[in-house]
């Protein structure tokens, strides 16, 4: 089936450290791939998506490549702040759109001044 | 732009109760709005997917009669849960969609805050 794999929480970084939060997929077929943020007390927010293999999404300073050899999605910034402490969300989904969003357990960052 | 709201935020109830939960969009008009589950520091699980004016459907294993969805309006969905038990309480979030709303031919998935339900 398909299915979304982060690693697990808390990642706890001091402000400016570089941040991965690592992310693979299982699927059949080609699906696209998303970010999302959930700031404390919010909805989720799209952070950032790519829809085909070597896409290069990226919003806020945050990356994330689409690598269909390694079937990965990793989640990059090179120095954090504390206002990006929030849960962080990878999904995929078929058909080109947002339909039908399978999304991965989640991951919290917590960064400290 | 693009908010959606969800109501209550925090419900607590008795076994055997019927729970309702409202999901609004605010300033625009979904065509689309989805259910979702969350348990404890898992993934966001579909539950339904509701087209205003028209039923929903539901994921595989999700009860129907248990879980009836009402999407009456471009704006408002609600999520009923029937005769709750404990093993009900969770965390809900609904999610709203209509073409180009934040960016033109975009199909973008706009998310509640959530609402936290717990069955004594």
């Known amino acids: 089936g398909n299915s979304v794999t982060q690693m697990e929480g808390p990642v706890t970084l001091s402000e400016e450290a570089f941040l991965t939060i690592n992310c693979t997929y299982t699927?059949?077929?080609?699906?696209?791939l998303f970010w999302y943020v959930q700031y404390p007390g919010e909805g989720l927010q799209l952070l950032l998506k790519a829809t085909k293999a070597d896409d290069k999404g990226s919003n806020k300073g945050f990356e994330a490549t689409y690598r269909k050899e390694t079937t990965s999605f990793h989640l990059e910034k090179g120095s954090v702040q504390v206002s990006d402490s929030a849960v962080y969300f990878c999904a995929l989904s078929f058909s080109g759109g947002y339909n039908k969003l399978i999304f991965g357990a989640g991951t919290r960052l917590a960064v400290h001044p | 732009g693009a908010v959606v709201s969800q109501h209550p935020s925090r419900v607590i109830c008795k076994s055997g109760t019927s729970v309702k939960i409202e999901c609004r969009s605010l300033d625009f008009q979904a065509t689309t709005m989805f259910w979702y589950r969350q348990f404890p520091k898992q993934s966001l699980m579909l539950m339904a997917t509701?087209?205003?004016?028209?039923?929903?459907?539901?994921e595989q294993g999700v009860e129907k009669d248990k879980f009836l969805i009402n999407h009456a309006s471009l704006t408002l969905s609600t999520l009923t849960v029937t005769s709750a038990h404990p093993e009900d309480s969770s965390f809900y979030i609904c999610?709203?969609?209509?073409?180009?709303?934040?960016?033109?031919?975009?199909?973008?998935?706009?998310f509640g805050p959530g609402t936290r339900l717990t069955v004594l």
């Open positions: 999610s709203a969609q209509s073409l180009g709303v934040r960016v033109a031919g975009d199909n973008e998935q706009f």
């Open positions: 509701s087209n205003e004016g028209s039923k929903a459907t539901y």
């Open positions: 699927a059949t077929g080609y699906p696209s």
